[in-house]
């Protein structure tokens, strides 16, 4: 975990904090952030299958039909929200859906082509499908492989939508985000991206299976606060952090029920509005239109916001960046 000593120093170097206490400041009212990542998602629908491992990017019919739907819902509400997409995705017959989200107004990212990981230095890390078929990677160092993963969604997105990808979102949080790594900020930026958001905050989850208790929900409270837009001194790229806890985080890691999930989005919105901060919620319509399928998770979000009047707006990633100085 990362300490509140660190956390102060990267949030100094980039500007924002100004005290032990105070979150940066997001200006006078918190940006709300409901983000999709549009991929395939192991132990969903059914618990007993990986398949999904090997082909990330290939969205079935009900992960695109809740996506759709939630991309209409928050529409409807008056809202903007921010999808990431695997860019195998594109290689799919019918890309009208995405075209169709792209058209309401909302934002779509890059997920990278096999969602691979981008902190891995080893080719056996670099994503499931190509330790069963090592022959798809060449002798390159992972990086540059990486680097082309990176590439080829973004140009998938400009031909298939004919749009350019906002923003980059890892694939996987890590506790520190990027920290450390200035090859990797600086391949992201040689990409086109000012911004990205790669950083999950570590915190319990309590047992399996069993009901959080009050510790667990406190622990999602604190760790919004590490979950602030920072500056990675290394490189200046601006990190826009994923607010816990995700969908993910909570069903398939906790096999929270979705009570106990919507307790603690609620308690995580409720932190950010109390503190004019930044709220970044991680959904997966892959885990979600099995675990929430009548989208009361979106709702709640969406609920809080409207109920804190001038003290709270929906945003997209983009439009958080642009708050921080980090358009594009
Ligand atoms: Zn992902």
Not at 96 to 116: K, P, Q
Not at 232 to 260: C, H, K, Q, V
């Amino acid at each position: 975990m990362i300490s509140r000593r660190t956390f102060l120093t990267t949030t100094t170097l980039g500007g924002f904090a100004t005290s032990l206490r105070a979150a940066p400041a997001a200006g006078d009212r918190a940006l709300i952030a409901i983000t999709f990542d549009l991929e395939m998602s192991r132990n969903f629908p059914t618990w007993d299958q990986t398949h999904w491992d090997y082909e990330k990017g290939n969205l079935d019919d009900a992960t695109k039909r809740y996506s759709l739907q939630v991309a209409r819902r928050v529409r409807e509400r008056g809202a903007a929200m921010h999808f990431f997409a695997v860019g195998r995705v594109f290689e799919q017959e019918d890309a009208g859906w995405l075209r169709e989200i792209a058209g309401m107004g909302h934002s779509i990212g890059n997920h990278t082509y096999d969602h691979v990981n981008v902190l891995a230095t080893r080719a056996e890390d670099i994503q499931p499908r190509f330790r069963r078929a090592p022959w798809l990677l060449d002798d390159k160092p992972p990086l540059d492989f990486i680097r082309r993963n990176v590439r080829m969604t973004s140009e998938a997105m400009r031909q298939r939508l004919g749009i350019v990808p906002s923003g980059f979102r890892t694939p996987g949080g890590f506790p520190n985000g990027l920290a450390g790594r200035p090859d990797v900020q600086r391949m992201l930026k040689e990409e086109g991206f000012a911004w990205v958001s790669g950083k999950y905050a570590r915190h319990p989850l309590g047992r399996l299976g069993v009901a959080p208790s009050p510790a667990v929900y406190d622990a999602v409270r604190e760790a919004q606060r590490e979950s602030q837009p920072f500056r990675y001194p290394e490189t200046g790229l601006l990190e826009i952090p994923m607010s816990p806890i995700s969908d993910i985080g909570a069903f398939r890691n906790g096999r929270w029920r979705l009570e106990s999930f919507l307790r603690a989005i609620r308690v995580g919105v409720e932190w950010a509005i109390e503190h004019r901060a930044v709220y970044d919620f991680l959904g997966h319509p892959s885990c979600l239109v099995v675990t929430d399928p009548r989208m009361e998770s979106v709702d709640l979000i969406l609920d809080l916001v409207r109920d804190a009047g001038k003290q709270a707006k929906a945003a997209t990633l983009d439009k958080i960046a642009a708050q921080f100085g980090g358009e594009g």
